[in-house]
């Protein structure tokens, strides 16, 4: 295995030209398509929950679908202060006939993501096996609103490998 020597990732992407998605991001794609949203928060059941990871698989699966543009932003460690003024950002974006997904952290750990939650047109609850309990998902569900998710993701618990390779990717 080589080391990443490529630059880290900017807080906002656009979807790659890339090959067709897997079935299964095609599946959850069409699914969360059907809720005509143009501003997604995903938002991590738990503190640690993969929620970067969901926003990237999102990009993978809209890829194909150019229009309209689709922008992932990550807005994970946002201030208070900065949150209002990202809904903004966010809100301008798709009055430009964007799609925007933005990733939030933990609404648990860190409630100055609560601002985005409660701004976007869907969300999308991201889990982790064997991690995630029961009450920090429902929290997260009741400080948003039950009604306001598509739905969720489930990603499987990372070995203690994973989990380094994941913090040493995100140090400057």
């Known amino acids: 295995m080589s080391a990443d020597s490529s630059p880290p990732p900017s807080t906002e992407e656009t979807p790659p030209a ?22 997604l928060v995903v938002v991590p059941a738990h503190p640690g929950a993969p929620a970067l990871d969901a926003g990237q ?8 679908y150019p229009e309209p543009p689709l922008r992932l932003v990550d807005a994970t460690g946002i201030e208070p202060a900065g949150a209002p003024r990202m809904v903004l950002e966010v ?10 997904i933005v990733v939030i952290d933990s609404l648990i750990s860190h409630p100055a993501s609560i601002p985005l939650a409660m701004a976007a047109d869907t969300a999308l609850l991201v889990v982790t096996l064997g991690e995630t309990d029961f009450g920090s998902a429902q929290k997260t569900l009741s400080l948003v609103g039950e009604d306001r998710f598509a739905g969720s993701v489930t990603f499987p618990r990372q070995t203690k ?7 040493a990717k995100k140090k400057p």
């Open 18 to 39: 890339s090959a067709a998605p897997s079935p299964e991001l095609s599946r959850l794609w069409f699914a969360l398509d059907r809720r005509g949203w143009s501003y």
């Open 57 to 64: 698989a999102l990009m993978e699966a809209g890829s194909p």
């Open 91 to 100: 809100r301008r974006r798709v009055e430009q006939g964007e799609r925007v």
């Open 161 to 167: 490998k994973q989990k380094r390779a994941a913090a």
